[in-house]
């Protein structure tokens, strides 16, 4: 079991930034991976950063080179710095947490961060 508190979200203009703080607590020897995704009203929930226990880091195309995960030594905690952002951003944030028990694979959430853009 993995609880996941979110936080940063707010209310920024065109071009500012952001950073969004998650920190997991619990099983935490079980976690292989954290990630944020969003959702925007009316849309599917999409992926925005991931980050393996070693380090790998996986974006979405319409955040490359905008958007940066990272992760503290005790790999229980991500960040997600949000750069150049843009009206598209605006969506609720959700902290991802997968853990591995076994052969098994387990999807954890956060309870959400609203952040919007304004033009």
């Known amino acids: 079991q993995v609880q996941l508190v979110e936080s940063g979200g707010g209310l920024v203009q065109a071009g500012g930034s952001l950073r969004l703080s998650c920190a997991a607590s619990?099983?935490?020897?079980?976690?292989?991976?954290m990630g944020w995704y969003r959702q925007a009203p009316g849309k599917q929930r999409e992926l925005v950063a991931t980050?393996?226990?070693?380090?790998?880091?996986n974006y979405a195309d319409s955040v490359k080179g905008r958007f940066t995960i990272s992760r503290d030594n005790t790999k229980t905690t991500v960040w997600l710095q949000m750069n150049s952002l843009k009206s598209e951003d605006t969506a609720v944030y959700y902290c991802?947490?997968?853990?591995?028990?076994?052969?098994?694979?387990?999807?954890?959430w956060g309870q959400g961060t609203q952040v919007t853009v304004s033009s």
């Open positions: 619990g099983s935490i020897s079980s976690i292989n991976a």
């Open positions: 991802n947490a997968r853990l591995g028990i076994g052969v098994l694979e387990y999807d954890y």
């Open positions: 980050i393996t226990r070693a380090g790998s880091t």
